[in-house]
C-alpha cells in the first residue's frame, strides 16, 4: 500500500535560525520610538506602538503599508532601536556555551588547529549525511566542552577566566560584569570558521546577533487594544510592555547621551534588560514577574503559546466548534439506548444542511416557507434557520421573510434545516477516555432543557444525573453521517474492546427489578402483567402459563423468556450464586444456576450476570451471536419490563435493613471481644520477646501481620453473623446479592463492625510520639490504640473510632485526586506517543512513516471488540451449541 | 566471576539471523521494505553475542526474534541491523 498516494507536495526540511539586526530592520515597517499610542482624537500616534504602519485593527483605517483595510491586511512588523544592546534570555545558554569555548582574546575556538579541522570536518560530515539534530547538537557540545578545559588560548596564548552566568542574564568574568556589550563584542570576534565546529551555521547566524541591539515590534493584529464600553482603550498585555521597553529605552538614550554618571546608566540599562526579558518570558526564575497596574502577571510571548491555556493546546490541536452544544442530562427510560432527547430549544438552534435539488425542491420550499419556528397542533416540528446561495451568501429565514425566501430557492441552494426526530448526532461526555464516551445516537425531540438519555448508557459515558452535563454535535455531511452510523452508534458499541464484554446493560433498578421478576418464578394476575407490560406498548403479552380458579396466571420465567431468542441456549451461575462446595447445577436450590433452553429461562434468576452492564452474559450472547440490532432490541424491552416489575412490588430500603437480633449483636461482640484479646496475647507475647518472626520478616512486621489477620478475621465473621439474620427478603440484601448496588462489605460495616482502618495499608501509627493519640501510653499496640473501629455505622462510633475512620477516609479522598490528575497527564502522554498508529490492510501496525510497530495486531491479530474477554474463541460457549445441536438430531 | 551470557537472561528471547536468501521472501510476506522493519543496534549485546557464532553480521541483516506475548502465546518479530 502507498501510503503516498494522493499527497501532492511534501515538506522536504524546515530551518530555523536567529534573525539579525539587519534582517530586522528590512522587515519592519517602521521604526517605533514614542511610547505613546492614540492622541487625544484617538487616531494612532506616527511612529508609536499603534503606528497605522503596522497595520490596522479600527474598521475605516487603512494600512499605511499596504493599504489593506482590517479583514484585508494581516499586519507587519515595526522595530524598536535599543539604545543599548541586551541580552535575549532564550539564549543565554548558547552566549554562555560560545563565551566559555571561545578566547577572551582573539575569540578563536579553545582548540589546537588541528583538533579544530579534525572536528570541522566531522560536522560537515555529519551535515552532509543528514544526521539528526540532536546528534549534532551533542556533538557541539561535547566539542564545547573540551574546549573550555584549556586554561590558556592555543592560539594567542592569553589566559583565559572562568565566565560565570548570573540566573537569568547577567554574564560575570572573574567577579566583574560583564555588560552585553562587552558580550556582543566578544561574539563578534569568534571567526565564522570556528562556528561551525560549535554546532552554527555562519552562512546563516552569526553568535552576536543573541545579543539584541533591534528589538522586533509584533503588529497590532497580534496585540490589538479593546474599547470598553465606558470609552477607554485597554491595551494588550504586549503593548503595555513595549510601552515599558521604549519608556525605558528613551531615558537610557536621553542619559547616556549627556553624559550621565556611569551609575545612572548602568542601572538604566538594567532596567531595560529586565524589561525586554520579561518582554519574552515573564516567568522567567529569578526575576519577579512584571506585573499589570491591577496587580495582575501579564501574558507575554512565551506565556501566549505554553502549556495547556497556551496557543498550541488551546487553539492549535484543539479548537472551538459549531454545530455543537451543551446542557445537564437527565434519564429517560423510554427512550431506545440509540437514542438522545434534544430539547426543543436547542433542536431550534442546531441545524442539518440540506442540498436543493430538483427531486427535493418541493419539501425544502415548504420547509423553508414554515419559517423559523414553526409549530403543528403546538407540537414540534423542524423549520429551516438560513438558506445559502450558490455564491456563498447566507440569507437568515425569519418569520417575515420565510415565505418570499422560499419561493427564490433553486437547485443549488443549501438550506439549512432545524433538527427532527432521527437525524443521527454525536453525543459526548468528558472526560472522554475510551471511545465509548462519544457514540452516535438518533434524534428524539422533547420537551424540556436537558439532554435526555436510556439508563443503560450511563456506563460507557460513566454518567450519572447529579448535574452532569454532555456535549452534543450535528454531523453536516452525509458521509459523516453514514460513518458514525455504522461504526458510532450507541448499538454497535454494548460490546467494548476494553475487556471484551458488554459495556451497556441493566443497571441499579433493572437488576433489581429483573430479580423480582424471575426469583424462585413468581406468578402474576392479569392485572399484573398488564401493569408490567404497560410502558412496552410494542409487544403482546405472552400466553399465561397457569389457570387457578379460572384466573389464568403468568409465571415471572415466561415474562422474560417472551424477550429472548426462541433458539437461545445458555448455562451459567447468577450473581446471587452461594459458591457451594458442590454445585448441583440446575437443580440449585438458591435458584442461582440460570439455564435456558431453546429460548426458555428453565431455572435460574435473571441479575447482574445475567444482563448488567460490564458483567450480562445474555446481553453478550445476544450482540455476538444475534446482532447489534437483537441486543439493542432486548435491552431496551428488557429494562422497561424491569422497571414495571420493580414499580409493581415497590422497593425501598433503609437503615432498617441492617436490623439484627439482639442475639447476633451479643455474639459480634463476643467475636469482637475474643479478637481484641487475641491481639493483647500477641502484644505481650511480642513483648515478652516469645513471637516468632515469620520467614523474611522482622519481629515487628511479623506482630503486624498477624494482628491484621486476626482482626480482619474478626470483621468477616462479624460480617458473617450478620449476614446469617439478612436473607434475600431483605432489600439492600437482594440488592448487594444481585448486583444492583452496594456490596456484602458495606452491609457488614452497617450492620457488624467497620474493621480494621488502614492508612498506606497499614494500621495507623503516626501523630504523637510513640502513639497516635495522646489518649494511649507511649508504645501501646493493642486493637483500639491502632484504629481498629469495633462499632458499626449504626452503631455510631465513639470518638476516638472516628477519628481513625476520618484517617481512612481523608486518605481515600486524597489519593483519588492525586490519582486522575496523574493518570490523566499519562494518558496524555501515551496518548501523544500513540496516536499516529494504525493498523493497515495486512494487519500490521504501522505508524505514519509506514515503519512497523507489530507484525500483527496485538500480536494475535484478534479484535477486543469481538473476542470474549480478550480471548478469540470462547470454547465453553462452542461447546454448549454443539450438544444442543447434537441433541436436536 | 565468568562472563555473563546476555542470551541466558530469562528476559532476552530467543534470536536467530535470518539467511541472506531468506530475507526476500520474508520481506515480500510482510510488504514493507528492509528500511521500514523495527531497528536493532550493531552493538546491541545480543548481537555481540550471535557475532561470537555467525561471525561478523553486517548492517543491513535481519534477526528474527521468537518472544513470549501475552495475548498470542508466542510472536515472531523481525529487526534490521544497524550501525551507529
Same mark, same amino acid.
Do not use: A, D, Q, Y
Given at each position: 500500500m502507498k501510503r503516498s498516494a494522493g499527497v501532492s507536495k511534501r515538506v522536504g526540511s524546515i530551518k530555523f535560525a536567529y534573525m539579525s539586526p539587519e534582517e530586522i530592520r528590512n522587515l519592519s515597517a517602521t521604526k517605533i520610538i514614542t511610547p505613546d499610542t492614540y492622541d487625544d482624537d484617538g487616531f494612532p500616534i506616527d511612529m508609536g506602538l499603534m503606528d497605522t504602519h503596522l497595520g490596522v485593527i479600527e474598521p475605516g483605517l487603512r494600512c499605511k503599508t499596504c493599504g489593506g483595510r482590517v479583514d484585508q491586511c494581516s499586519g507587519h512588523f515595526g522595530r524598536i532601536e535599543l539604545a543599548m544592546p541586551v541580552i535575549h534570555v532564550g539564549y543565554v545558554k548558547e552566549i554562555k556555551k560560545f563565551l566559555r569555548s571561545t578566547c577572551r582574546e582573539c575569540g578563536k575556538l579553545l582548540l589546537p588547529k588541528e583538533e579544530k579541522e579534525e572536528y570541522q570536518e566531522q560536522m560537515d560530515q555529519m551535515e552532509r549525511m543528514g544526521a539528526d539534530s540532536l546528534d549534532i547538537r551533542k556533538l557541539a557540545k561535547d566539542i564545547s566542552k573540551k574546549a573550555r578545559r584549556n586554561k590558556v588560548c592555543p592560539h594567542c596564548k592569553a589566559e583565559q577566566q572562568k565566565i560565570m552566568l548570573d540566573k537569568p542574564t547577567t554574564f560575570r568574568e572573574d567577579n566583574t560584569k560583564l555588560t552585553p556589550k562587552e558580550v556582543r563584542s566578544r561574539l563578534e570576534k569568534i571567526p565564522d570558521d570556528d562556528l561551525i565546529p560549535l554546532g552554527m551555521n555562519p552562512d546563516v547566524v552569526r553568535p552576536e546577533w543573541l545579543v539584541l541591539s533591534v528589538l522586533l515590534v509584533p503588529p497590532v493584529t497580534v496585540r490589538p487594544s479593546i474599547t470598553l464600553e465606558s470609552g477607554d482603550r485597554s491595551e494588550d498585555d504586549l503593548t503595555h510592555k513595549l510601552v515599558d521597553i521604549l519608556r525605558i529605552n528613551q531615558r537610557l538614550r536621553e542619559n547616556r547621551d549627556i553624559g550621565s554618571p556611569q551609575l545612572i546608566v548602568e542601572d538604566l540599562w538594567d532596567l531595560l534588560q529586565y524589561h525586554v526579558t520579561t518582554y519574552f518570558d515573564n516567568q522567567t526564575s529569578g526575576i519577579p514577574p512584571a506585573r499589570h497596574r491591577s496587580g495582575r502577571t501579564l501574558k507575554t510571548l512565551i506565556q501566549r503559546l !505554553? /502549556? !495547556?491555556?497556551?496557543r498550541f493546546r488551546q487553539n492549535l490541536s484543539g479548537k472551538r466548534v459549531n454545530f455543537s452544544s451543551r446542557t445537564v442530562i437527565s434519564p429517560d427510560p423510554w427512550l431506545s439506548i440509540n437514542e438522545v432527547g434534544v430539547p426543543e430549544k436547542a433542536a431550534r438552534e442546531l441545524t442539518v444542511p440540506l442540498n436543493v435539488t430538483a427531486s427535493n425542491i418541493e419539501y425544502v420550499r415548504e420547509l423553508v416557507a414554515r419559517g423559523p419556528e414553526p409549530t403543528e397542533r403546538g407540537n414540534y416540528i423542524p423549520g429551516a434557520n438560513y438558506i445559502i446561495r450558490p455564491d456563498g451568501r447566507r440569507i437568515r429565514v425569519t418569520e417575515t421573510n420565510a415565505e418570499t425566501v422560499a419561493e427564490k430557492l433553486e437547485p443549488g441552494f443549501v438550506v439549512e434545516r432545524e433538527l427532527k426526530d432521527g437525524d443521527i448526532v454525536l453525543f459526548n461526555r468528558q472526560p472522554?477516555? #475510551?471511545?465509548?464516551?462519544m457514540m452516535a445516537h438518533e434524534v428524539k425531540i422533547v420537551p424540556g432543557k436537558t439532554f435526555r438519555l436510556n439508563l443503560a448508557v450511563c456506563p460507557p459515558y460513566n454518567a450519572d444525573f447529579d448535574g452532569d452535563e454532555m456535549n452534543l454535535h450535528v454531523l453536516q455531511s452525509e458521509e459523516a453521517r453514514a460513518e458514525a452510523k455504522v461504526i458510532m452508534r450507541v448499538q454497535e458499541n454494548?460490546?467494548?474492546?476494553?475487556? /471484551? =464484554?458488554?459495556?451497556i446493560g441493566a443497571i441499579q433498578d433493572h437488576i433489581s427489578g429483573l430479580f423480582f421478576l424471575t426469583y424462585k418464578d413468581p406468578i402474576f394476575s392479569r392485572r399484573e402483567v398488564v401493569s408490567i407490560f404497560?410502558?412496552?406498548?410494542?409487544d403482546k403479552i405472552p400466553e399465561p402459563a397457569e389457570e387457578i380458579d379460572g384466573n389464568k396466571y403468568w409465571a415471572g420465567k415466561d415474562i422474560f423468556s417472551h424477550f429472548l431468542p426462541d433458539d437461545l441456549n445458555m448455562h451459567f451461575r447468577a450473581s446471587i450464586c452461594e459458591k457451594c462446595d458442590e454445585c448441583i447445577e440446575e437443580d440449585c436450590e438458591h435458584d442461582a444456576y440460570v439455564v435456558i433452553r431453546d429460548g426458555k429461562l428453565v431455572t435460574g434468576t435473571i441479575d447482574e450476570d445475567a444482563v448488567g452492564a460490564f458483567a450480562g452474559n445474555i446481553v453478550d450472547k445476544l450482540a455476538r451471536d444475534y446482532g447489534n440490532d437483537v441486543a439493542r432490541e432486548f435491552i431496551d424491552k428488557i429494562t422497561t419490563i424491569a422497571l414495571g416489575s420493580i414499580t409493581l412490588r415497590g422497593f425501598t430500603t433503609s437503615i432498617q435493613d441492617e436490623d439484627v437480633p439482639p442475639k447476633a449483636t451479643k455474639q459480634i461482640s463476643a467475636v469482637m471481644d475474643k479478637a481484641k484479646s487475641k491481639v493483647r496475647k500477641l502484644v505481650d507475647a511480642y513483648q515478652d520477646g516469645e513471637l516468632e518472626g515469620l520467614p523474611g520478616r522482622s519481629l515487628e512486621e511479623t506482630l503486624e501481620v498477624r494482628i491484621m489477620k486476626e482482626l480482619g478475621k474478626a470483621r468477616d465473621e462479624a460480617g458473617n453473623i450478620a449476614s446469617k439474620h439478612? /436473607?434475600? =427478603?431483605n432489600n439492600a440484601v437482594v440488592m448487594a446479592r444481585t448486583g444492583a448496588r452496594a456490596s456484602m462489605l458495606n452491609l457488614t460495616q452497617m450492620a457488624g463492625s467497620l474493621g480494621q482502618q488502614a492508612v498506606r495499608g497499614e494500621r495507623p501509627k503516626r501523630g504523637y510520639e510513640e502513639r497516635t493519640l495522646a489518649h494511649f501510653k507511649k508504645g501501646e499496640l493493642g486493637a483500639e490504640s491502632r484504629g481498629f473501629v469495633k462499632s458499626s455505622y449504626k452503631d455510631g462510633l465513639n470518638p476516638l473510632e472516628y477519628f481513625f475512620h476520618s484517617m481512612g477516609g481523608r486518605e481515600g479522598l486524597v489519593d483519588t485526586a492525586v490519582r486522575t490528575s496523574r493518570s490523566g497527564y499519562m494518558q496524555r502522554r501515551l496518548i501523544n506517543a500513540l496516536e499516529d498508529l494504525m493498523v493497515s490492510h495486512d494487519e500490521t501496525v504501522r505508524n505514519t512513516a509506514n515503519t512497523i510497530i507489530q507484525f500483527e495486531y496485538g500480536e494475535d491479530g484478534i479484535d477486543p471488540q469481538r473476542s470474549k474477554g480478550g480471548i478469540a474463541v470462547d470454547m465453553d460457549d462452542v461447546m454448549t451449541e454443539f450438544k444442543v445441536r447434537k441433541g436436536g438430531e | 566471576m565468568g562472563k555473563f551470557n546476555?542470551? !541466558? #537472561? =530469562?528476559?532476552v528471547p530467543e534470536h536467530h539471523l535470518v539467511p541472506k536468501e531468506e530475507e526476500e521472501k520474508i520481506l515480500k510476506k510482510l510488504d514493507v521494505s528492509k528500511q521500514d522493519l523495527p531497528k536493532i543496534l550493531k552493538t546491541d549485546p545480543v548481537i555481540q553475542h550471535m557475532e561470537k557464532v555467525h561471525g561478523d553480521i553486517e548492517e543491513g541483516r535481519m534477526i528474527e526474534v521468537i518472544r513470549d506475548s501475552a495475548t498470542a502465546g508466542m510472536a515472531k518479530v523481525y529487526r534490521l541491523v544497524i550501525g551507529r
Open positions: !505554553k /502549556g !495547556k491555556e497556551g472522554s477516555l #475510551h471511545k465509548m464516551s454494548i460490546l467494548s474492546p476494553r475487556f /471484551g =464484554g458488554p459495556i404497560s410502558n412496552l406498548v410494542t439478612l /436473607g434475600l =427478603g | 546476555v542470551m !541466558k #537472561h =530469562g528476559f
